[in-house]
């Protein structure tokens, strides 16, 4: 409700003008249960106090809630590292909701947000956004993050996964390899869509055949993807994972296999999580510098939450790291074969 007073928040409330008073200026003397009723009333009314409403509100709650399609494995971790950096900073809590591949979990953990923090963090490239700004609370505060292809105005970090995989495929193409399987993440995730777009859009442009592989994101689909490509008559020569996981399932049962990275198959994944440069070889992958884009998401909400109505789309390109995984192609004979192929360079 537009321009929502303390007296609609009382009415929607059912309670009396002084007992919404008493809940918004934090008195000590209310029941907890009176005082999550208003706060639920006041969030779904989008009712803010007057006077400098949100650096009252961010100075009183001083908790910010993250809410992301999961917690496991490295990128969400660095995610939140750098979320937490930059809270931390400027004195803020954090307050984490997990929603799984769940749109019914999505709706549960946007709504146990409500009256709780003073803003909102929100991952959720696997949500119909029809369904998430349905749930998101009106009046609060809220920066997506690769969240799915909407037209709403908010403010928004999203990361050009479609430019990062052109780059990835080019790279490849350079180092001599023309065999390029695609390991693609889960159907119906954005990130996932946009990366398997940029691979056959470069792979088409590089006069190649493209080929994608379905995988989840998870290491073991790594496993899944090499055994079905150990079972044909010619390997690839290349393997592009649409992250780092994937591709380090895929290199360990390559290992398993006796398949020589990179001389017989290169690998390269996406995203650049700490495990990336540590394992041996070390992975080639794209840097989408996930801590950062955690903190630039706090800090832009933080400003939301001071009145800067910034509702503008943020861009942030992939950077190429090269290592090891992607040297140059050899003559080779493929195990699963026996013939040669490849190409020099």
Do not use: K, W
Request: glycine share 8%; with cysteine.
């Amino acid at each position: 409700m537009p321009n929502a007073t303390i007296r609609d928040v009382a009415r929607e409330a059912a309670v009396s003008v002084a007992s919404v008073s008493r809940v918004m200026n934090r008195h000590d003397n209310v029941r907890p249960a009176l005082r999550d009723r208003v706060e639920a009333a006041a969030a779904a009314l989008g009712y803010v106090p007057h006077a400098g409403a949100r650096n009252l509100s961010l100075a009183r709650a001083n908790a910010i809630g993250i809410v992301l399609p999961d917690i496991h494995g490295e990128f969400f971790s660095e995610f939140l590292r750098g979320m937490d950096r930059e809270a931390s900073d400027r004195g803020l809590q954090l307050l984490l909701s997990n929603m799984h591949a769940d749109a019914e979990r999505a709706v549960g953990a946007l709504q146990s947000m409500r009256g709780r923090v003073d803003g909102l963090v929100v991952m959720a490239p696997h949500v119909d956004p029809d369904l998430l700004f349905a749930q998101l609370p009106p009046g609060l505060p809220v920066v997506l993050v690769n969240c799915a292809p909407h037209h709403e105005r908010r403010p928004e970090i999203r990361i050009d996964n479609a430019a990062g995989a052109a780059a990835m495929v080019d790279h490849l193409v350079e180092r001599g390899r023309r065999t390029i399987v695609h390991l693609s993440g889960p159907d119906g995730n954005i990130d996932a869509t946009e990366r398997a777009d940029g691979y056959r859009s470069a792979m088409i442009r590089h006069g190649l055949e493209p080929r994608i592989v379905g995988g989840d994101f998870l290491e073991e689909s790594g496993g899944v993807a090499v055994a079905t490509l150990l079972g044909e008559r010619v390997l690839p020569d290349a393997l592009f994972a649409a992250n780092d996981m994937m591709a380090i399932g895929a290199m360990m049962a390559l290992r398993r296999a006796g398949i020589e990275v990179p001389r017989q198959m290169a690998v390269a994944g996406f995203d650049d999580i700490p495990l990336a440069r540590l394992i041996s070889p070390a992975l080639t992958t794209m840097r989408t510098g996930i801590a950062g884009v955690g903190a630039r998401a706090i800090a832009r909400l933080v400003r939301a939450i001071a009145g800067d109505h910034d509702d503008a789309i943020e861009r942030s390109v992939p950077d190429l790291i090269v290592r090891d995984t992607t040297a140059f192609n050899e003559p080779t004979t493929s195990p699963a074969s026996g013939s040669t192929r490849g190409t020099s360079s």
